[in-house]
């Protein structure tokens, strides 16, 4: 395998990183010397700190003189110096290896598996998540964890006060909590025992906020929080306007737990019902948990508080999150039907960054493969094998945290042993992708997206039943309702052997894989950070550390290599992309995610309300389990900036240079077609292939063209038509879930018509394709009369006829004012009908039945059963 070159040696903010966060610490700071390397604070500011790394030149009593790498000499008391035990990262790597492989079960196995973490951890092919590197081998007392959710406080004075004293102790403990307020009954509801009312779930979250920024994690940064409340709790709308009044919430992360019943309210304009179980009911106490399906299901009653429009609360999540970013929504019924622990562990919040969905007492720990790492350049193509093994050594390296890391409370020792969760996400994505010269957000980068991430799902997977045939399954697994979770069925679908081996051996881990966002160990590494792309190629970073300027070395290597040129096309940043190729991205990746992601669609600073709606509603037609959004300059403080003064009227001036770059970006290489036919089922003969080369029309690198949403009988269609010579030569459909018969459907209808057009005569194939598309018909159809779209066939059609300036000016005129317009708008604007009497298909299933043909295949308890004939895939 041939890697890009790498090195263990850090300097500037990634050694600031890892001395502050990671580096084994020394807690005695009077054990300071002369010649120690420390972190010394140069700016001690509450808001915004600066710290230093510099030597120990004369230490007196307790001041010492440090010369930081700048230069500066800066006097100190030694109790503001960080010092650590460790200074390399090498040091941290053999550290690591050892305490995970402590668990093993003979010394036989102990040595080996050192060995291995070794050559896992070397050159940051792995980069073990925060509490890992902080805590493994270094303190009985720091979790190895970062993501925990405790159950929803119980709906009293002493239970808040418990929920706030078991948050505080895990986060005194660096791990990061969510927390769903649902459980507490809303604001001005009567509290018989004091015989007064209650201030409200949305007060109590203010209270565990407050507490959230008191706390130091293990001595080096601030307690990290989630805040969740359900649709249909009365104070919902107050959470989501909280941090709209400034202090009330300061210190938590917000998001809206989402059901399919209330984005189908938003889709048809329906009344949404805000309800609460009845506290006079005599077993309240002992029963409420937030859980209210759960109370309904068990005969009790709900008080009804009010009736909303579900496009009012909708409309009131979107431009909250457009004003601020917050909060984000998690589609929590489609994220359960697709948990593996669906059938024994309900997932009821989020960790603090979104990307692990956890039940009650859940917890999991984290680590990064550093994909930079696996571009073989003698072979331009990832180090697909290389890449394998280390995905099999660290999912063992994540399973043997859960017998390492110390527990402070049994509830999350119970849990977490019964279904042993782990998450082994990605960084270096965006990196690997330049190396590869695929633009990020292009049709291309989409199928390279599924083609790895399923790759390395599969290759998890495996490695779980493995260790599950030598170690044993997680004591909750069933292999029949583990295997019909969501997930495992898109699993099946691709790779069947994962599925045989999950009977056959069983299954280590519930769930394997979390993306989560990597951002100080990836700023550590030097490498992008998650799965997204780079912020910028040359930006500011505010962090507790100060203000630092930062280079991305790729994109230096490659300015060095070509001077006075300008980096080519696949060389894009966040803001580079349209907010629409974000969740494209996101989609891809969540198809193998069988938690959940961390993942920021970045909109320039005039994204409008009426975007950020398309957006989220996007976010749900695509199968993603979450979205949040961030409009640039929409916080007065942001995290990374490309200016040092964080001018905003900049900000607003790059926003159309970004939907221009969005607009040109390069769809599917020709090499993305060669693999198409050598995948068809035909075989070809030398004078065959050189006819077809004579007539095939190349792709340029770059394409101009536009996308079309229409709405279908599958649900929402994104058809975009990209020119070649003046004359439209490829075609992309998006059409509904990622993984679903129709989504792949459409997929190979675009492709199969890209190659038509791009073979021989475009002006007559163009018209011909109209010609035989328009007017395809199936069991049912949205809109009506000109406007009326059959199929997604007929809807491509339609695009192609638009796109081609085929319609008059007066229809052209017209289809402007049409249904089809008003669909591309969001649920939110009143001016626009999405609702049945619109013409508008309720939103119900985007599937087709493989025993008649219609659209009515619907997810019925766990089942797919066809609403039409009755047919279910289970009997």
């Known amino acids: 395998m041939k890697t890009t070159a790498g090195t263990a040696r850090l300097s500037g903010l990634s050694e600031k990183i890892f001395l502050d966060r990671y580096a084994w610490k020394n807690a005695d700071s009077n054990a300071t010397k002369v010649g120690d390397i420390v972190l010394v604070l140069t700016k001690d500011d509450p808001k915004f700190p600066a710290k230093e790394v510099g030597e120990v030149i004369a230490r007196d009593g307790r001041k010492a003189t440090v010369r930081t790498r700048s230069g500066e000499v800066v006097e100190s008391d030694v109790e503001k110096l960080t010092l650590t035990i460790e200074k390399t990262p090498e040091e941290m790597w053999s550290r690591l290896a050892q305490a995970m492989a402590s668990v093993e079960a003979t010394p036989e196995k102990q040595k080996e598996w050192t060995d291995k973490f070794r050559w896992l951890l070397d050159d940051w092919k792995l980069v073990p998540g925060g509490r890992i590197a902080a805590g493994a081998g270094a303190s009985d007392e720091l979790t190895l964890f970062n993501c925990y959710v405790i159950p929803s406080p119980h709906d009293s004075r002493g239970g808040i006060m418990e929920t706030l004293s078991e948050m505080t102790e ?23 025992g004091v015989n007064g009312s209650s201030s409200g779930a949305v007060s109590w979250g203010g209270l565990f906020s407050y507490t959230t920024g008191l706390i130091e994690q293990g001595g080096s940064r601030r307690g990290a929080l989630m805040l969740m409340i359900n649709d249909w709790h009365p104070d919902v709308v107050d959470f989501i306007t909280v941090k709209q009044t400034m202090g009330q919430v300061t210190n938590a992360n917000l998001s809206v ?18 309800v609460f179980p009845d506290t006079k009911d005599p077993e309240y106490n002992e029963v409420w948990d937030g859980d209210l399906d759960k109370w309904k299901k068990s005969g009790k009653s709900v008080v009804h508080y009010r009736t909303v429009r579900a496009r009012d609360v909708w409309r009131t999540i979107i431009e909250s999150a457009w004003k601020s970013a917050e909060p984000g929504v998690v589609f929590m019924e489609y994220y359960n039907q697709m948990s593996n622990s669906w059938y024994f562990n309900p997932i009821i919040c989020t960790n603090p960054c979104g990307e692990q969905g956890l039940p009650a007492w859940g917890v999991c720990n984290l680590s990064a493969i550093n994909l930079s790492k696996f571009y073989d350049a003698e072979k331009h193509d990832v180090a697909w094998d290389e890449l394998a093994q280390v995905v099999r050594y660290s999912t063992r390296f994540l399973d043997n945290v859960i017998d390492k890391t110390p527990y402070h ?11 042993r ?8 994505l965006a990196e690997l992708m330049i190396r590869l010269e695929i633009r990020y957000g292009s049709p291309e980068s989409m199928g390279f997206l599924d083609k790895l991430y399923g790759f390395m799902a599969r290759e998890a997977y495996l490695a779980s039943t493995e260790i599950a045939a030598e170690k044993g399954s997680f004591p909750a697994f069933e292999a029949e309702p583990f295997l019909q979770s969501g997930f495992m069925k898109n699993m099946d679908s691709v790779y069947p052997e994962v599925t045989e081996a999950v009977r056959k051996r069983g299954m280590r881990n519930v769930t394997v894989i979390t993306q989560a966002p990597t951002g100080s160990t990836g700023t550590m590494v030097g490498t992008s950070t998650g799965i997204e792309p780079y912020f910028a190629f040359e930006y500011f970073r505010q962090s507790r550390l100060g203000f630092d ?3 991305v070395p790729i994109a230096q290597e490659w300015k060095d290599a070509h001077p006075g040129e300008e980096l080519p096309a696949w060389f894009v940043t966040a803001m580079d992309l349209s907010a629409k190729d974000h969740i494209r991205a996101q989609a891809a990746i969540q198809r193998w995610v069988d938690s959940s992601i961390s993942k920021t669609a970045n909109c320039p600073a005039d994204f409008t309300v009426e975007e950020t709606a398309e957006l989220y509603e996007m976010a749900f037609e695509l199968g993603c389990k979450g979205v949040t959004i961030y409009r640039d300059g929409s916080r007065d403080v942001q995290v990374l900036s490309t200016s040092k003064e964080e001018k905003k009227e900049e900000a607003s001036a790059s926003a159309p240079a970004a939907e221009a770059a969005a607009e040109s970006a390069p769809a599917a290489e020709t090499e993305a077609l060669d693999s198409l036919a050598a995948s068809l089922p035909v075989t070809a003969t030398p004078q065959q292939t050189a006819v077809f080369d004579k007539q095939y029309k190349s792709r340029p690198k770059v394409l101009r063209g536009a ?12 058809i975009t038509v990209n020119d070649i010579d003046g004359t439209p030569g ?3 459909l998006n059409v509904g879930k990622a993984g679903s018969d129709v989504f792949a459907m459409a997929e190979a209808l675009g492709r199969v018509i890209s190659l038509f057009l791009r073979y021989g005569d475009h002006g007559n194939k163009v018209q011909l394709l109209i010609k035989h598309l328009k007017g395809i018909g199936g069991s049912g159809a949205v809109g009506f009369g000109p406007n009326r779209v059959e199929s997604i066939a007929d809807a491509v059609a339609k695009a192609l006829e638009m796109h081609a300036s085929l319609l008059s000016e007066d229809e052209q005129s017209a289809a402007r ?59």
């Open 170 to 192: 895990i986060m005194a403990r660096g791990g990061g909590v969510g927390i769903n307020l649902s459980s507490l009954r809303p604001r001005r509801s009567v509290v018989k």
């Open 257 to 274: 737990c989402v059901s399919n019943a209330f984005m189908k309210a938003v889709k048809e304009d329906l009344d949404w019902e805000l």
């Open 409 to 419: 409370f049994p509830e999350n020792e119970a849990n977490q042993k019964n279904e």
């Open 421 to 428: 969760r782990v998450g082994l996400g990605t960084m270096g």
């Open 549 to 551: 300027k930062q280079y």
């Open 707 to 718: 996308t079309y949403k229409f709405n279908t009988p599958f649900g929402m269609a994104y």
């Open 730 to 732: 490829e075609i992309f």
């Open 817 to 875: 004012e049409t249904p089809i317009a008003a669909a591309a708008s969001p649920a939110g604007d009143a001016g626009h009908d999405h609702g049945g009497s619109g013409g508008i298909a309720p939103y119900t299933s985007t599937d087709l039945c493989p025993s008649c043909g219609s659209a009515s295949l619907l997810n019925v308890e766990g089942c797919k059963t066809c609403a039409n004939c009755g047919y279910s895939k289970c009997s």
